[in-house]
């Protein structure tokens, strides 16, 4: 299938959402490969003699690999197309997900972890520039809400999948579930998708850079930095916490968890098109952190006091601690444009997942030594610190 690189090429209307689709079943098989090993934990931690921490760090491995690549991935984006970014990592982290499912070591399937995520980074910048560049500004806060919704929806398939093969077949097996999601997404992309038009690239090399303009991008990427704390901290932990602290069964644990992934998906497609509709996308980001910061303070003391309650803010917590995200980079894609939107979107993605990548660990051991409920509240702080830093002032108009 042909690239567009036509400022002047037109696609249909169904072509344009059977484009958001496979975008987003791209990210979302990348969000298995990502994420899925934090549901290996209580396998790692109770059959393997892991500590928290270090089972925490064997389930971030794949988020450091993300971390160090999403710059890199992100400026191939605005140099070769979406398209091609797209194919190359979904078949490189098909490889490297099958090594893991077969490496037979926590050394060997820690490395490969690392190297899945690193490919897997691919997805990020390129399907949500397929996005903004197939979609109006007056649909394209609901567009990339959908494609947003790709997170959640993948840590919820992981969390009932992962999380009971793991149980019944062990670690290795379970690692076959994101390898096979991004082997069909592989091959719906290289079906449907085609690049977005853009200005002649001759033009970049007069295109400023963002970032010595204003403070603008670099606000909202410190924003995400402080949300992104209790997203990765209820993402980890709540399977566990449902396990190990009120005595769930896995499977029903991670059937609520998926539940919840879900109401966090359909969070993100709400909070896009209230972005549309009030003309802004700064404006509920900001509304997103003072409720995500009252939601978890509330979670982390029912939870202290042993109430039945702390089970449903937990859900609650996961469906508001999403839903920054599609506006945040939807936000920074707009601004930065189409031969900057790559790597911005790189930056931002690799300061989010910089953070992920510690949030495992380090909650392990604040869990160990304090406990679920002061984690879960001391998370409540990082919200209340981005509330004032959205930068609601200097946001543009859409158009």
């Known amino acids: 299938m042909a690239t567009s690189t036509d400022p002047g090429v037109r696609v249909t209307t169904a072509r344009r959402w059977s484009m958001l689709g496979a975008s987003t079943l791209a990210q979302a098989a990348a969000a298995v490969m990502m994420h899925g090993p934090a549901f290996l934990i209580p396998v790692l931690h109770d059959r393997e003699g892991l500590s928290l921490a270090r089972a925490g760090l064997v389930a971030a491995s794949p988020t450091i690999g993300v971390m160090l690549t999403l710059v890199l991935w992100g400026a191939l984006t605005d140099r070769r197309g979406e398209r091609f970014v797209l194919m190359t990592g979904l078949a490189a982290t098909s490889v490297l997900g099958a090594a893991a499912a077969l490496s037979g070591s926590l050394v060997a399937l820690a490395v490969a972890l690392f190297l899945a995520g690193a490919t897997a980074a691919s997805t990020n910048s390129a399907s949500g520039r397929v996005v903004v560049g197939w979609f109006p ?14 997170q959640p929806v993948g840590v919820g398939v992981a969390a009932v999948s992962i999380a009971v093969v793991a149980d019944a077949r062990g670690v290795y097996a379970a690692l076959w579930v994101p390898t096979l999601a ?28 963002p970032y010595r303009s204003d403070r603008y991008l670099a606000r909202i990427h410190a924003v995400s930095v402080l949300l992104v704390v209790p997203q990765f901290l209820v993402w980890t932990f709540a399977l566990v916490w449902l396990v190990q602290d009120r005595g769930w069964a896995p499977a029903a644990a991670g059937s609520l968890v998926a539940g919840a992934q879900i109401g966090g998906a359909l969070g993100r497609i709400a909070a896009g098109a209230l972005s549309d509709r009030v003309g802004s996308r700064l404006r509920p980001l900001r509304w997103v952190a003072l409720a995500a910061a009252t939601t978890m303070a509330a979670l982390g003391l029912t939870a202290g006091l042993g109430w039945a309650l702390a089970v449903a803010l937990m859900v609650v917590a996961t469906v508001l601690t999403v839903a920054d995200n599609g506006l945040a980079f939807t936000a920074v894609a707009e601004r930065s444009g189409p031969f900057w939107s790559g790597r911005a979107l790189g930056v931002q993605n690799t300061a989010q997942f910089l953070t992920a990548s510690a949030v495992p660990p380090v909650a392990g051991l604040v869990v160990t030594h304090a406990g679920y409920a002061a984690a879960f509240a001391l998370a409540a702080l990082f919200p209340v ?6 930068p609601v002032r200097d946001e543009r108009r859409l158009s």
Not at 137 to 150: D, I, K, S, W, Y
Not at 186 to 199: E, I, K
């Open 137 to 150: 500004p007056e649909r394209r806060g609901l567009a990339m809400g959908v494609r947003q919704m790709a």
């Open 182 to 209: 991004c082997l069909v997404a592989l091959v719906v992309v290289a079906v449907v998708v085609v690049d977005p038009p853009r200005p002649d690239a001759r033009t970049a090399a007069a295109v400023p850079n």
């Open 385 to 390: 610190v981005a509330a004032p830093l959205v």
